[in-house]
Structure formats: C-alpha cells, structure tokens
C-alpha cells in the first residue's frame, strides 16, 4: 500500500504531474522497471493530438448532422485523456517511496557526493518526484552500472 502527500487542488495536481513529467528521466532502461515512460510517453501524445481530434470530431459531426450530444461528449472525452495522464503524474509524483526504493535513493545520493557532484537534500518523506530529481542527476554525472542495483 502506498501512501501519498496530499495536494490542495486539481490545478496544483496538474502542474505538479507536469512539472514531474518533465524531470523524469525519459530512458529505456528505467522502462522496464517503472510505468513512468508509457505515462509520459501517452500523455505527451495527448497533449499534442487530442485538442485537434476533438475539434475535428466535433465538427465532422456538425458537419454531417449528427447527434451534437453525442459529438460534445466525444469531444470532452478527448480533451480529457491528457488531464487524465498529468492527473496520474501528479498523484504518482506525491506517493511515498517504498522503503527498498528509499535505500537504493539514499545510495545513489552517495554515489553523486561520491563522484564530486552536489548531491541532493531530499526531506523526508521521500516521493517519487525526489527520486526523479536524482535519477535525472545520476544519468547526467554517473556511469550507467547505477540501475545494476535496483
């Protein structure tokens, strides 16, 4: 079971889902270990496709005299799945790290004061958005045998 740090608002949920987005590590070999780069992955596309395809919906169904309901609710729908994502995102980046997952963080915050590179003060509790920040770090200073140990 998983415990999160509960944010105020859905607008404070989606920023934080899209500012967590945008710090994890897009890498492959963290695809196999954590869900994180589908989501990401999905939402992006999201983001950038479903605006233009519910427009395109909803006047395709104006168009050709269809049922404005059903097009509207089509349309919403579309626009929906990117909020979906970054809602998830959000929520994800809140939840509190397992306790393994908390030991291998603490022992690659080592390994960046270890190889001369600030290491991060991370506050307990410790969320995913910490281990996002320090993964970032740690693909950018260290060598890649890090993930060896998870």
């Known amino acids: 079971m998983s415990f999160q740090i509960k944010p105020t608002s859905w607008y404070k949920m989606f920023s934080l889902g899209y500012r967590y987005m945008k710090s994890w590590p897009q890498k492959k070999q963290l695809t196999l270990i954590f869900p994180e780069n589908r989501v990401i992955y999905i939402t992006q596309f999201a ?51 397992s306790l393994p997952l908390l030991a291998w963080l603490d022992k690659l915050n080592k390994k960046l004061a270890e190889a001369g590179r600030h290491s991060l003060q991370i506050e307990p509790p410790a969320t995913y958005q910490d281990l996002a920040n320090v993964l970032r770090r740690a693909f950018e200073h260290l060598d890649k045998t890090f993930l060896d140990e998870i």
Not at 51 to 63: D, E, G, R, S, V
Not at 74 to 96: D, E, V
């Open 47 to 97: 983001i950038r496709f479903m605006p233009p395809i519910a427009a395109f919906t909803l006047c395709w169904q104006i168009a050709l005299g269809g049922n404005i309901a059903i097009a509207i609710a089509t349309a919403c729908f579309a626009c929906s799945l990117p909020m979906q994502g970054l809602f998830w995102l959000g929520r994800r980046s809140r939840t509190l790290l």
